[in-house]
């Protein structure tokens, strides 16, 4: 049963932009939050950027500030990862997530399958 679906992902050339989505068909309470993470092969999980469902803040690592904008859409139960200026080392799988919010991946309770992202240089 899925509960929440990335999509958005593929190949890009450097410089390229990038929307992720995950889309939640779970009910969404307003203390929930979505978050971003991408896992590069050999590496740990990285925290990118989170927002909360009811107020709209977010979080964002430093690796993500500046190039990487997450929103929600809150009647599509949607949320998005806008990527921008993309580098090779932006190479990853993408997984969305929903939790208390914040920067650690222990924050979160559930988790997507993840959208394989690609950038050739």
């Known amino acids: 049963q899925v509960q929440l679906a990335e999509s958005g992902g593929g190949l890009v050339q450097a410089g390229d932009s990038l929307t992720l989505s995950c889309k939640s068909y779970l009910h969404t309470s307003g203390s929930d939050a979505m978050g971003w993470f991408r896992q590069a092969p050999g590496e740990a999980r990285e925290f990118l950027a989170a927002v909360r469902w009811s107020t709209g803040i977010t979080w964002y690592a430093d690796s993500a500030k500046g190039r990487f904008t997450i929103s929600r859409e809150i009647a599509k139960n949607t949320g998005r990862l806008q990527m921008n200026n993309l580098k090779p080392e932006d190479t990853a799988v993408y997984y969305c997530?929903?939790?208390?919010?914040?920067?650690?991946?222990?924050?979160?309770?559930?988790w997507g399958q993840g959208t394989r992202v690609t950038v050739s240089s």
């Open positions: 997530a929903v939790g208390q919010g914040g920067y650690s991946e222990y924050n979160y309770r559930l």
